[in-house]
């Protein structure tokens, strides 16, 4: 059993970190007052944009939330110069600045830790990019993407947005940006264990770096490979790659980086159990990274003397140690850094023999591993309770980590992996060893070449003549041919492009009628304006899918005593969300028809019944359901339950007073869960005038405004007790009108449901 060790696997950015020195800010300063001058005297838009943009590159560092107001100045200018007649190499100008603005809110909210706004600017540079093509502004967003989806701990779609930033930059011949989306890859594959595929990825970067002679690159790439070795036991091929990217960072002075290899020797050191040698690595490390402001490598470096100190059984400074780094690490929001100080904690616990406290720790260790996708913290908390819990004599949770170590164990060390990595090794080597054989053989030539291009030179006198004679009927000859034959090749792609566009428009033609007769079910199954209105005089339904078919349904139901009416949000939208509205659908049918049922709660039990055996006959498990607000109205008296989605009741309270009552939804859906408990259903008596509410989240959810943020349901409910003196028709009208403005030119986020009863 082994404690745990924190290593620095480093990643490298598009853009790289700006160290500030009090001389830079000055020299900054100056020039963003020269900036300012120059923007207040400049006449044409395209002049303000290039001076908003240096502006911007100036200060988003230490000026953010100006820097966001330039970029909204920036995308309001290009706004408005888009929509009058303008070049084509005028409107490239335009539409590539609103990327540039849109990329860069994208940014700034990251960093914030919006990420749903984030998203929203990103794509929406995305779109902006494409219409022109402009593909070094899609690979920034792609690799803006990564970042935000690491500090959301979403590897897969991380590494897909790495990877789409990979073909760009090898379609652009990008071999710098190449060679930096690859190494990043290659940490993503390391962190989730897959040595053979990180491997690759890391000795394809070092490659590169090495080729453009880029020492700050080069570093980091070996810092990485010898990581790799050191998890395959290769410690002596290891210690090689850790020296020779510190010897790189020495070169650079790069501050942090030495930090970095200070600390990964003194682990090679310390798994070898040269505990002197590896204590003497950390305290350095721990300096440099003071030096550096780096707080993620000294806190690594607290926790790795920790380890020292603990092999020592010096357990309480070892804990003071641990305890210290885990400060850090939830300041900066560091979950691998969190695992790993719960797994040492647990283990200090461990070697002192209280096994109580060890578990807690290395449960929550081994919990936050597991929803982040560490597999080598996995690996090593499941091995460390397999002891804790034979220590407690608890054999059969013992068994199941013990069968979880191994399964992580063989990942990790699969003949794959080893082979893999031996393979990239001699690739490294080979590649090298051409690089130096085409040099020797440049420098051969050199020798030769003046006594060639002398014979030359002579044979071009006596056949210049015959050129003169012969070339000019050759080359007309050559050029008719030529002419012929790429008028049959440009007639022939011409054809084939005719044909693969016209069988592009009939299968979309055949999916658009396929998804508008899906429509036309789905509307069929809705209840008309007509029924609605005969039952509900004083009735709306703002209801707007966000495709053509939508997983939001309204549904009404008249029975001998009541109307019964409900809206209802299923799982997803589009296509998949209409197919599980149809099953939705279908269950609140029959509790009615077929099992009798007026009371909503009893309803909505029924419904999941009926959902849940639907879902329960493939072989597939199938979680997708519906949220839903039901009532049930008879005269005055309101019956209603919900599923996750509530009811709001605006009451008059005198002339003039409006009192808005919400009730709260059961917090369970419409479909399979952990713990369901029966929907609970209120009784509430109402009177002339009073208004219900039943609606979805697809309203309250949308993105607009001008920060492109959520509407909320506050804003919603202020909306609404706006609107309270209007007739129910104008108040729809109020709706769709305050929602496409509050959305703007953005995408509609949800499908949109909201049901409004006066009684």
Not at 273 to 292: D, G, I, N, T, V
Not at 535 to 559: M, R
Not at 604 to 629: C, H, N, P, Q, Y
């Amino acid at each position: 059993m082994k404690s745990g060790r924190e290593k620095v696997l480093i990643g490298l950015h598009m853009i790289c970190v700006v160290l500030f020195v009090c001389g830079n800010f000055l020299n900054a300063q100056n020039q963003l007052d020269s900036l300012k001058l120059a923007l207040n005297t400049a006449v044409h838009d395209s002049t303000r944009i290039t001076i908003l943009k240096e502006i911007d590159d100036l200060i988003y560092l230490y000026e953010p939330e100006e820097a966001l107001k330039i970029n909204y100045r920036i995308d309001s200018i290009c706004s408005v110069n888009l929509k009058s007649n303008l070049n084509p190499k005028e409107k490239e100008f335009y539409i590539q600045n609103k990327g540039y603005a849109f990329n860069s809110m994208g940014v700034y909210y990251t960093n914030l830790g919006k990420y749903d706004s984030a998203i929203v600017f990103l794509n929406a540079a995305k779109i902006e990019y494409r219409k022109i093509r402009f593909w070094n502004g899609i690979s920034a967003v792609y690799i803006n993407f990564r970042r935000l989806y690491l500090e959301k701990n979403v590897y897969e779609k991380a590494l897909t947005y790495l990877e789409s930033a990979v073909q760009i930059k090898q379609l652009l011949k990008d071999y710098k940006g190449l060679a930096v989306a690859s190494v990043n890859i290659g940490n993503i594959h390391y962190n989730r264990g897959d040595y053979a595929k990180a491997m690759r990825y890391t000795t394809q970067s070092l490659i590169e770096f090495e080729k453009l002679n880029d020492k700050y690159g080069a570093s980091y790439a070996l810092n990485n490979i010898g990581l790799i070795q050191q998890e395959m036991k290769n410690y002596s091929a290891a210690e090689d790659y850790f020296t020779r990217s510190l010897k790189l960072r020495e070169e650079v002075n790069d501050i942090a980086g030495i930090s970095a290899s200070m600390n990964n020797l003194g682990l090679l050191f310390q798994e070898q159990s040269l505990s002197e040698k590896a204590e003497a690595y950390f305290q350095k490390s721990l300096f440099y990274a003071k030096k550096a402001k780096d707080r993620q490598i000294e806190a690594i470096a607290l926790s790795n003397i920790g380890l020292v100190l603990q092999e020592q059984k010096k357990f309480s400074e070892a804990f003071a140690l641990f305890s210290e780094s885990m400060k850090i690490r939830e300041e900066i929001e560091d979950d691998l850094g969190i695992s790993e100080c719960l797994y040492n904690i647990g283990y200090n616990y461990f070697l002192q023999g209280d096994m109580s406290k060890s578990a807690d720790f290395v449960s929550r260790s081994m919990t936050l591993s597991k929803s982040r996708d560490l597999i080598l913290q996995t690996r090593d908390a499941a091995n460390l309770l397999k002891g804790i819990y034979m220590r407690q004599g608890q054999y059969k949770q013992a068994l199941e980590m013990y069968e979880k170590y191994i399964a992580a164990r063989d990942s990790i060390l699969s003949d794959e992996n080893q082979r893999e990595t031996i393979r990239q090794e001699y690739r490294y080597q080979y590649e090298m060893q051409s690089v130096a054989d085409s040099i020797r053989r440049m420098e051969e030539r050199k020798v030769s070449d003046a006594e060639i291009a002398r014979q030359k030179a002579e044979l071009r006198v006596k056949r210049n003549q015959q050129f003169v004679l012969f070339g000019g009927l050759a080359f007309v000859l050559l050029f008719a041919a030529f002419v012929y034959n790429r008028f049959r090749v440009t007639k022939k792609q011409n054809l084939i492009i005719e044909a693969q566009k016209q069988l592009v428009e009939e299968k979309n033609k055949e999916i658009t009628d396929s998804i508008n007769y899906a429509k036309r079910i789905q509307t069929a199954i809705l209840p008309s304006s007509r029924i609605v209105n005969a039952y509900l005089p004083e009735t709306f339904i703002f209801y707007k899918p966000k495709d053509i078919v939508a997983g939001d349904f309204y549904w009404l139901q008249k029975t001998e005593n009541e109307v019964l009416i409900a809206a209802c949000d299923c799982t997803g939208h589009g296509v998949p969300g209409a197919m599980v509205s149809v099953v939705c659908n279908n269950g609140l049918n029959r509790s009615v028809r077929e099992y009798g049922l007026t009371d909503p709660g009893k309803i909505l039990d029924k419904t999941r019944e009926i959902v849940i055996a639907e879902f329960e006959k493939s072989d597939e498990d199938v979680k997708d359901g519906m949220d839903i607000s039901l009532c049930s109205l008879s005269g005055n008296t309101l019956k209603w339950s919900g599923a996750n989605n509530p009811l709001w009741i605006f009451k008059r309270n005198g002339v003039n007073g409006i009192e808005r009552i919400e009730i709260k939804p059961d917090k369970q859906p419409i479909g399979k869960y952990a713990d369901p408990k029966p929907f609970t259903t209120h009784t509430i008596e109402l009177c002339k005038g009073d208004t219900i509410y039943l609606f979805t989240d697809g309203f309250q959810d949308q993105f607009g405004g001008e920060k492109g943020k959520k509407l909320k349901a506050s804003k919603l409910r202020e909306l609404l007790l706006s609107i309270q003196h209007l007739d129910m028709d104008t108040q729809m009208q109020k709706l769709e009108t305050e929602f496409e403005t509050w959305r703007g030119e953005l995408e509609q986020n949800d499908d949109v449901c909201l049901i409004g009863v006066r009684v």
